[in-house]
T-cell receptor, first 111, second 114 residues
Framework: GNSVTQMEGPVTLSEEAFLTINCTYT??????LFWYVQYPGEGLQLLLKATKADDKGSNKGFEATYRKETTSFHLEKGSVQVSDSAVYFC??????????FGTGTSLTVIP | DTAVSQTPKYLVTQMGNDKSIKCEQNLGHDTMYWYKQDSKKFLKIMFSYNNKELIINETVPNRFSPKSPDKAHLNLHINSLELGDSAVYFC?????????????FGPGTRLTVT
């Protein structure tokens, strides 16, 4: 079956710290992988995606690399800002267009 | 221009009532979805429609009934509301069923059942 496991939060970091949020997946075939971000009181927004092995998705200083050998898609950012405080969801989509979301990781960045 | 819109944004109602949440997308997408997000931020897909046809119908109570009058709209009707229905409901859309398209989410409807 298909599933996504991401690291539990909440995560609290100081501004300019390095961020890693781990995400691993189980899937049949060749899924596409996504990171979504949900700011307080808002809907989910696509942050980045990767559609095949070894692809790197990047946006707003965030990066994630599709690693088929470790079935992982870890999210990283070199220097977080207060405005990055949000909930981050790892997700995969497989045939049939059904999304499988992780449980979300809450990030709080303090000045 | 809002891509995926939902109304209302907030809905407070009493147990036993019937309510509807409306969703519209102006992206020209073929597929629309309803998700439920609980207080711990866990997202669960409820329904998926492609070109007005039901594709995914996860295990949800039959008090929940989606209705798609056209491919730009997917409304969610809930009968006999219960306390456990309190959550944030998100509508989303994607281009088609190829399996690799991102989904675009609406802003959510916070439903509170008292």
């Amino acid at each position: 079956g298909n599933s996504v496991t991401q690291m539990e939060g909440p995560v609290t970091l100081s501004e300019e710290a390095f961020l890693t949020i781990n995400c691993t997946y189980t899937a049949t075939g060749y899924p596409s992988l996504f990171w979504y971000v949900q700011y307080p009181g808002e809907g989910l927004q696509l942050l980045l995606k990767a559609t095949k092995a070894d692809d790197k998705g990047s946006n707003k200083g965030f990066e994630a690399t599709y690693r088929k050998e470790t079935t992982s898609f870890h999210l990283e950012k070199g220097s977080v800002q207060v405005s990055d405080s949000a909930v981050y969801f790892c997700a995969l989509i497989n045939t049939g267009n059904q999304f499988y979301f992780g449980t979300g990781t809450s990030l709080t960045v303090i000045p | 221009d809002t891509a995926v819109s939902q109304t209302p944004k907030y809905l407070v109602t009493q147990m036993g009532n019937d309510k509807s949440i409306k969703c519209e997308q102006n992206l020209g997408h073929d597929t629309m979805y309803w998700y439920k997000q609980d207080s711990k931020k866990f997202l669960k897909i409820m329904f998926s429609y492609n070109n007005k046809e039901l594709i995914i119908n996860e295990t949800v109570p039959n008090r929940f009934s989606p209705k798609s009058p056209d491919k730009a709209h997917l409304n969610l009707h809930i009968n006999s509301l219960e306390l456990g229905d309190s959550a944030v409901y998100f509508c989303a859309s994607s281009q088609d069923l190829t399996g690799h398209d991102e989904q675009y989410f609406g802003p959510g409807t916070r439903l509170t059942v008292t």
